[in-house]
């Protein structure tokens, strides 16, 4: 499934989780070669975050194998985890923000306490990660609870970037927000992916989005990855499910589930 | 019948495997303590939020706690004409019993509800997996801190507590029942041996510890939005009340039986 030969930067194989007798990944595979913008598209409660918590490590699959770089994840020490992570950013869903601290000290946070450098050379470069998702140096001394949801988006966004990671994973990134700030969000997404060369796993259902930040999009339904390919492809890929999803059509072989299982 | 022992079954395992859950709670956080990073400056923060913050509420009940007893126990003690030992019951009392208890039992209320409340928010809000992706150990820095704070500052909330519950007693004892000044102080040292601070002091750390572990476990586990939240504060507070009151039992009965 890679797009090169080389050894993918990220490598999952046949991962399996259950939420007691929901089965959410299925024996997923998925691939994402080192520098591509992957987007895996899935209808909510899909398993889409639960893909993402897995790589990350905040969740144990039951099964399968998750790769980095080509070196096994799955059962990591906590130590090595933490280690693990200094390559990985995330911009969750929600944020996440630290609403006890200040924006730059939410954005300096991996660097004073995960690595260890001085506040005020972390200070300089939250203010530069700042000023890169367009905010002044006047945001920076404010509490997160006083930012609007778009600047609290860029906040987290900031953060997940602070520590130039290798592989940056984006939660529905555009998910609550008005069209104008979803595309400067889009923006700053494609920026980081382009000019610094990082890996990007985004998960999303906003199509404007995928097709805008994606150099490739996976569909995840049912556990499984059923369809993936080039972004350009999407429109002509010949999967009902796909065309389904990405058409937003009612009919079709994806049947929405109404209740919990 | 056979359903009857199922649920008794069933409710054993749960307790066991709850107490497990915890006690590798509590171990893995502890341990956190003994490898850098460390945060200093996070314990200082907490020993302040969970410490200096209770003051009032702890000052106010020891003061009133030492009154009513020295009150009651005149009461009493007059029915067969033992008032001179009402010094020397109330001194016992708040030191052994009813300063780390109270003391226990108001900062359970007051600081194990908000350290759940505060990491059980940050749980449904995502922001513990957001420390653990900024290559920081939740255990290390929410728990650890609030952990090793209350074990430290109890005991000497506890000491205020003791100081003021003494004084309350004095107050009433002096100005209200009467009591030579002299002869009520004389009564309170004469009877006070170290052994009954220092019992006091060790409830109070042990106290510390539970109220802050409790918190901290029941915010750490919280499931489901605000109500879940609301859920956890409860339960780390009712769990650590009772705690509290079964643990007493057995400091008291290490230090003290015979």
């Given amino acids: 499934m890679t797009a090169t030969h080389s050894v993918p930067k990220i490598s999952v194989r046949g991962l399996r989780k259950s939420f007691g007798r929901k089965q959410v990944l299925d024996g997923l595979d998925i691939d994402c070669a080192s520098g591509e913008s992957l987007v895996v598209i899935g209808g909510s409660g899909t398993g889409k975050s639960v893909l993402v918590k897995c790589i990350l490590g905040l969740l144990n699959p039951e099964a399968g194998s998750i790769r980095i770089d080509g070196v096994e994840t799955v059962g990591l020490l906590r130590g090595a985890r933490e280690q693990l992570m200094q390559k990985f950013g995330m911009l969750f869903q929600g944020s996440a923000l630290f609403d006890s601290l200040s924006v730059w000290e939410n954005v300096a946070f991996g660097l004073v306490r995960g690595r260890g450098m001085d506040r005020p050379a972390a200070r300089e470069i939250a203010l530069a990660k700042l000023a890169s998702v367009g905010l002044g140096p006047e945001v920076s001394l404010l509490r997160t609870a006083e930012l609007s949801g778009g600047m609290q988006k860029r906040v987290a966004l900031a953060r997940a970037i602070a520590a130039d990671p290798e592989i940056v994973f984006f939660d529905e990134p555009t998910t609550g927000l008005d069209p104008i700030m979803a595309d400067v969000i889009n923006d700053l997404i494609v920026k980081c992916v382009r000019e610094v060369g990082t890996t990007a796993v985004s998960i999303t259902h906003d199509m404007v989005s995928a097709r805008k930040i994606a150099d490739r999009i996976a569909m995840l339904y049912q556990g499984r990855i059923v369809w993936h390919g080039p972004t350009a492809d999407i429109d002509h890929s010949g999967n009902l499910f796909v065309d389904q999803f990405i058409n937003g059509r009612a009919d079709g072989p994806i049947k929405m589930q109404v209740r919990a299982a | ?258």
Wanted: proline letters at 3%; glycine letters at 12%.
């Fill in chain 2, 1 to 258: 019948m056979l359903r009857f022992l199922a649920a008794v079954g069933a409710a054993f395992l749960t307790f066991l495997a709850t107490t497990g859950r915890l006690a590798l709670f509590a171990g893995t956080s502890l341990a956190t303590a003994f490898t850098p990073p460390f945060y200093p400056g996070v314990i200082l923060r907490e020993m302040v939020n969970i410490g200096y913050f209770s003051l009032p509420v702890v000052g106010l009940t020891a003061v009133f706690t030492g009154m009513v007893l020295a009150l009651q126990s005149y009461t009493g003690f007059s029915r067969f004409s033992a008032e001179g030992a009402v010094a020397t019951v109330v001194v016992l009392s708040v030191t052994r019993e009813l300063g780390p208890v109270i003391s226990g039992l108001m900062v359970a209320g007051r600081v194990g509800a908000a350290i759940a409340a505060e990491i059980g928010t940050m749980r449904v809000t995502d922001q513990i997996d957001a420390l653990t992706t900024l290559s920081t150990d939740p255990l290390r820095y929410l728990v650890l801190p609030r952990v090793l704070a209350g074990i430290i500052t109890l005991p000497l909330l506890v000491l205020v507590a003791d100081i003021i519950g003494v004084f309350g007693g004095y107050l009433v004892g002096v100005y209200k029942l009467g009591f030579n000044p002299q002869a009520y102080l004389n009564g309170t040292w004469q009877r006070l041996e170290t052994i009954d601070v220092v019992s006091g002091l060790v409830k109070a750390a042990v106290f510390g510890f539970i109220v802050a572990l409790m918190g901290c476990y029941q915010g750490y586990h919280s499931r489901g939005g605000a109500q879940g939240v609301g859920r956890a504060t409860t339960h780390a507070v009712v769990s650590s009340s009772i705690l509290i009151l079964l643990v007493d039992y057995l400091i008291t009965a290490a230090f003290f039986s015979r």
